[in-house]
């Protein structure tokens, strides 16, 4: 079947440390591969996506890459700022079957403290 | 562009009541899809609906249902309300079917059922 295998958490982390959230994911056919990002409050937000082997999604300082060879599509950020405080989520879609139907995670929480 | 709306933000129900939740897209977008959000099963698919057909479905009982208007608008509807129907419901709207494409999201419904 298709599900995504995310970090547990919650993560926290000083401002200016490096993040990394890892993701895993098996499917069924060829997926394509999202981070959405949740703040307090709000609905999801896309942060990046990658719809190909090796492509790697970026936006915002986060990046992620899709590697087909360890069914990963970790999250990375150089340096957190407090306003990147949320929970984040690692999604994908199967291409082959025509619908849009996302198969999340079970979400990080990320805080930063100054 | 204005973004997806749901309304009514908040609702409050008892046990065995029913409940309608509307999603508008954006304009444009003809895919709408639901998923439901709890703090015990993380988000979970519901059902997705593109020219007023339903496309694909979750994996829930069949108090569940929805439609979509020829304006692209939806509407989804629980019957005979339980408990563990307490959850923030998320519409999402999408240009096109095909998995791959960036879904939108509306802030949600925080439903509580007593």
């Known amino acids: 079947g298709n599900s995504v295998t995310q970090m547990e958490g919650p993560v926290t982390l000083s401002e200016e440390a490096f993040l990394t959230i890892n993701c895993t994911y098996t499917a069924t056919g060829y997926p394509s591969l999202f981070w959405y990002v949740q703040y307090p409050g709000e609905g999801l937000q896309l942060l990046l996506k990658?719809?190909?082997?090796?492509d790697k999604g970026s936006n915002k300082g986060f990046e992620a890459t899709y590697r087909k060879e360890t069914t990963s599509f970790h999250l990375e950020k150089g340096s957190v700022q407090v306003s990147d405080s949320a929970v984040y989520f690692c999604a994908l879609s199967v291409t082959e079957t025509g619908a849009n139907n996302l198969f999340f995670g079970t979400g990080t929480r990320l805080t930063v403290i100054p | 562009k204005a973004g997806v709306t749901q309304t009514p933000r908040y609702l409050i129900k008892t046990r065995g009541q029913q409940v309608t939740l509307s999603c508008s897209p954006i304009?444009?977008?003809?895919?709408v899809s639901w998923y439901q959000q709890t703090p015990g099963q993380g988000l979970q698919f519901l059902f997705e609906?593109?020219?007023?057909?339903?496309?694909n479905k979750g994996n829930f009982p069949g108090r569940f249902s929805g439609r979509q208007f020829s304006n692209s608008r939806s509407e989804m509807n629980v019957s005979t309300l339980e408990l563990g129907d307490s959850a923030l419901y998320l519409c999402a709207s999408s240009a096109r079917l095909a998995g791959g494409h960036e879904q939108f999201f509306g802030p949600g419904t925080r439903l509580t059922v007593l």
């Open positions: 990658a719809t190909k082997a090796d």
């Open positions: 304009s444009g977008h003809r895919s």
């Open positions: 609906y593109f020219s007023e057909t339903q496309r």
